[in-house]
């Protein structure tokens, strides 16, 4: 993820929201009023916000909106709930500071979590404005068909790799527990909610299986494309393509009502 092409207008700085450690991305000038939340990818067990400072500067430059991304905690060390609740933070911090207008947005587990907090928040005051959640896992049991259908094809993750991130992150709880796997929870009365993800990931039924049956939820598949393959901006079309449209539906919410 360090090795994503920079945005080019895009400034980082290190920062604290809630308590919770991150960096903020953002362009040099710019409304102060909103915000992304971005929670990294990495299953729960690496990643790091210096890492995604490029990536998410593509988000930003293309919605005119900083991110702050957050350091939430890692298993094993801190395992679940601790990063749910870590994020669960990071929102109220930004609340605090006087910040209403917040996207949640995140890649793989980071996406996953997104979608978990917004089950927490979607009745709070205030809400998250929208979601946008990059080859999101949302089911920690491990039960979409596309763990086993697209394990060989998948470069970057294996159904069994994968089952030893969610063994270190879990621990002794129950991966059907909606904050940690958002597939499992209340998803009536919802945000919007953007999603991409690539036909060719494990995590495909991930995507699918949360948004089946759930108005407002918005899947795009792209063909042919792996994990987060919207971190490969400026070397694949459909990456540049997904940001655009990311960037777009984020801009949007801002000037939509409020759920």
């Known amino acids: 993820m360090n090795g994503v092409a920079p945005a080019g207008d895009i400034e980082s700085e290190e920062g604290?929201?809630?308590?919770?450690?991150?960096i903020w991305v953002r362009r040099a000038s710019g409304p102060r009023d909103r915000a992304i939340l971005y929670l990294h990818g990495g299953a729960y067990v690496v990643g790091s916000p210096r890492a995604y400072v490029n990536f998410v500067g593509h988000m930003v430059s293309r919605a005119g909106i900083p991110a702050f991304v957050a350091d939430y905690a890692l298993a094993p060390e801190r395992p679940f709930p601790a990063a749910i609740e870590d994020a669960r933070r990071a929102f109220q911090g930004l609340v605090d500071q006087?910040?209403?207008?917040?996207?949640?947005?995140g890649d793989s587990a980071g996406g996953g979590l997104a979608?978990?907090?917004?089950?927490?928040?979607?009745?709070?005051?205030?809400?998250?404005?929208?979601v946008v959640a990059i080859s999101p896992w949302t089911d920690l049991a491990l039960t979409s068909p596309s763990m086993r259908s697209r394990d060989t094809a998948d470069p970057i993750w294996s159904a069994a790799a994968l089952a030893e991130m969610a063994r270190l992150y879990l621990g002794d709880a129950d991966p059907r527990d909606a904050r940690a796997s958002p597939v499992y929870s209340d998803r009536q009365g919802l945000p919007p909610v953007l999603i991409h993800v690539g036909d060719a990931e494990i995590l495909l039924d991930d995507s699918l299986r949360y948004a089946e049956g759930i108005a407002g939820i918005e899947v795009h598949v792209s063909d042919g494309m792996l994990h987060v393959f919207p971190s490969s901006a400026g070397i694949l079309?459909?990456?540049?393509?997904?940001?655009d449209n990311i960037g777009m539906f984020v801009a949007s919410s801002m000037t939509s009502k409020a759920a």
């Open 115 to 130: 979608l978990a907090l917004l089950s927490q928040l979607k009745n709070g005051e205030p809400a998250p404005r929208a």
């Open 237 to 243: 079309g459909a990456a540049d393509a997904a940001l």
């Open 98 to 105: 006087g910040i209403r207008k917040i996207v949640l947005a």
């Open 16 to 22: 604290s929201v809630g308590g919770v450690p991150g």
